[in-house]
């Protein structure tokens, strides 16, 4: 049996390492293995890492996004070949059931988000793909690894479940809780609507001034006394709130700053993960006509926001910094490393880390 490296996670928290364990076969027909070239870690990932993901299948291979080449396909596969450069979708779709026709691939029946949950993932050399037809995309030539990578979920989750949910529109005052990687690409796609004012909140002042200097924001606050930051959005408003809350981290006390920020008619959208409940002020929210929206990204947005990214509308690149898109998969869970760095991303004022397979 051909063998692989790969990060597994055990089933414990803060259990994961690089292993050797068995490089994956083609299964159904419908499949393709993808050997991995560029990867990434997701917030996601450290929720799992953290112990806070239920449903997580012992041992498994931990990542869902991911650029690599195709290695081989099923027989049922007829969009690719052994060869071609693809982008890897977080989510798996058949494209073929009730909720795929939907169009709401985070559902598909048997699909949905799997990869690096309930199989094996992209933070490896090798992974394998179901449903390869609907769930990688084409990468186009010439463009730079470490801007498509952003495209498997970062990119796609904070266009359509923050500014698509949110349903922002021109004028409008939005707030995005939450200056990591999630919350900056739904201010980078915010941007397309052209809202009036961008209010991003953070505990952390130096997320909050490259939100402000690089990527767009016109207004920065900080969260570390909640009341004061709630009366500071208000004063930024003229008293009135904001029209779009995004809540992008996924803890009760950025739900609640959201729900207490938004002004009658407005949206609130929750991008974070959640692994508690919230309080959810229904009390005062029920005679505010404010629309509540969750959800699982379903990347359907995967081709525009690419040619987004081709065409250099979108700053892909900006959602890495330079020095954090050199590690190595052999070395990822090295200390100072991928994993290392990106678990303490404030410490290493860090966004997304670049990882690139150089085993195999
Ligand atoms: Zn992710
Ligand atoms: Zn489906």
């Known amino acids: 049996m051909a063998k692989m490296k790969a990060v597994v996670y055990h089933g414990k928290a803060n259990d994961y390492t690089l292993d050797t364990i068995d490089k994956p076969k083609i299964l159904k027909d419908t499949d393709a293995i993808v050997k991995i070239t560029t990867t990434t870690i997701c917030g996601t990932d450290l929720h799992i890492s953290h112990g806070h993901v239920d449903y997580m299948t012992e041992d498994i291979v931990l990542g869902h996004e991911g650029v690599g080449i195709v290695e081989e396909v099923g027989s049922g596969v007829s969009n690719f070949k052994k060869g071609d450069r693809v982008i890897i979708s977080c989510v798996?779709?058949?494209?073929?059931?009730?909720?795929?026709?939907?169009?709401?691939?985070?559902?598909?029946k048997d699909?949905?988000?799997?990869?690096?949950h309930k199989i094996n993932g992209t933070q490896a050399e090798y992974v394998r793909i179901p449903h390869a037809d609907n769930s990688l995309y084409a990468l186009p030539k010439g463009l730079p690894e470490e801007k498509a990578v952003m495209l498997s979920d970062i990119l796609p989750t904070g266009y359509e479940i923050g500014v698509?949910?949110?349903?922002?529109?021109?004028s409008q005052t939005v707030?995005?809780?939450?200056?990591?990687?999630?919350?900056?690409?739904?201010?980078?796609?915010?941007?397309?609507?052209?809202?009036?004012?961008?209010?991003?909140?953070?505990?952390?002042?130096k997320r909050l001034d490259k939100a402000v200097k690089i990527f767009g924001a016109t207004h920065?606050?900080?969260?570390?006394?909640?009341?004061?930051?709630?009366?500071?959005?208000?004063?930024?408003?003229?008293?009135?709130?904001?029209?779009?809350?995004l809540e992008a981290v996924g803890f009760p006390a950025t739900f609640d700053l959201c729900q207490r920020i938004i002004n009658p008619g407005g949206h609130v959208s929750v991008l974070g993960v959640h692994g508690k409940p919230v309080q959810f002020n229904l009390n005062e929210l029920w005679i505010k006509n404010i629309t509540l929206s969750t959800g699982l990204v379903c990347t359907f947005t995967i081709p525009e926001l690419l040619q987004g990214v081709v065409d250099g509308k979108i700053k892909a690149d900006s959602l890495s910094n330079k020095e954090h898109r050199s590690f190595k998969l052999s070395k990822i869970?090295?200390?100072?490393?991928?994993?290392?760095?990106?678990?303490?991303?404030?410490?290493?004022?860090?966004?997304?880390?670049?990882?690139?397979?150089?085993?195999s």
């Open 92 to 108: 798996t779709s058949c494209g073929k059931c009730e909720y795929c026709k939907r169009g709401l691939y985070a559902h598909c």
């Open 111 to 116: 699909g949905g988000w799997i990869l690096g």
């Open 164 to 170: 698509k949910y949110g349903k922002i529109s021109p």
């Open 175 to 205: 707030a995005i809780v939450g200056s990591g990687p999630i919350g900056i690409a739904a201010l980078m796609t915010a941007q397309f609507y052209s809202p009036s004012k961008i209010i991003m909140v953070d505990l952390d002042d």
């Open 220 to 245: 920065k606050v900080n969260s570390k006394n909640q009341e004061e930051a709630i009366k500071k959005i208000f004063e930024i408003t003229d008293g009135k709130g904001v029209d779009v809350a």
């Open 333 to 359: 869970c090295d200390k100072d490393n991928a994993w290392d760095v990106f678990s303490n991303a404030a410490k290493h004022d860090a966004l997304k880390v670049i990882v690139t397979n150089d085993i």
